[in-house]
Structures are given as structure tokens and as C-alpha cells.
């Protein structure tokens, strides 16, 4: 059976991933550029990191879902969300991974995100891109 979309589907579909996980992902680095990391810095306080660390999710939400979107450094960009969504699981989420909630996982949002920015890091940006999939991050 032949593929009715063909690579022109494949590309439509990772400029959908970059899109969604990228826009969503920028929206929540955009509500810590309104209202700080104060929570994070809890979260990294509270496993006894440095609070320092919570600086980071500014290139987790904002940066990487930016390059993300463009499809400019893709699967570094989608490395960089996907280490943050494990972070923030961990943070977060241990000992409650399972938990369920409404239906769900507790943890389904971030799970999600990080399945796709994993998606995004194995397959690359795909020709609609800045870069239109060339360089070997993209």
C-alpha cells in the first residue's frame, strides 16, 4: 500500500509536533518570565539542589521552544525540552508518577510534552523549517 501523504505528510506532521510542543511549552516559559521561578527554587530547595538551577527553565520554556517553533537547532532544542520535562517530573512528580487524577496520570502533561520534544530530538525539524532540515541539529 502506497503512502497517500508521502515525506510531504512526515513534514507536515513534525511541523505540527514543533508547533504544538514548541507554542505550548512557550506559553508556560512566559508566565515565569511574568511571575518568576520562586516555586521552582522550592522544588530544587526542597531535593537540596541549588536554587540557583531554577534559572535554567528560562532555557527549557523560552528559548528552546522558540528555536523549537523555527525549527532552528530542532533536536538540540527538543534535548533541552525533553531534560527539562524530566526535571520538572522529578521535581514535581516523584512518588506520584502513577498517580492517577481525573482519568489520567498526574503527570500526563509533562509526560506528554516530553514524548514530544523526544519525537522532535529523534526525527528533526523536517523541511519546514528555517533551516528546511540541513545541519545535523536541525
Known amino acids: 500500500m502506497a503512502d497517500t ?59 528552546a521552544p522558540l528555536l523549537l517553533i523555527a525549527g532552528v537547532f530542532g533536536r538540540f532544542a527538543g534535548l533541552i525540552i525533553a531534560f527539562n520535562m524530566t526535571m520538572a517530573i522529578w521535581l514535581a512528580h516523584s512518588g506520584r508518577l502513577l498517580a492517577e487524577q481525573g482519568g489520567g496520570l498526574e503527570a500526563e502533561v509533562p509526560l506528554l510534552y516530553l514524548c514530544g520534544a523526544l519525537a522532535i530530538f529523534f526525527a528533526g525539524s523536517g523541511r519546514y523549517s528555517l533551516r528546511r532540515g540541513e545541519p545535523r541539529w536541525d
Do not use: C, N, W
Open 5 to 63: 501523504f508521502g515525506t510531504r505528510g512526515q513534514d507536515v506532521a513534525l511541523l505540527l509536533v514543533r508547533v504544538s510542543v514548541g507554542g505550548l511549552m512557550l506559553l508556560h516559559g512566559i508566565d515565569k518570565l511574568r511571575h518568576g521561578v520562586a516555586g521552582i527554587e522550592d522544588l530544587l530547595a526542597a531535593k537540596g539542589l541549588p536554587t540557583a538551577m531554577a534559572y535554567g527553565v528560562y532555557v527549557g520554556e523560552v528559548v
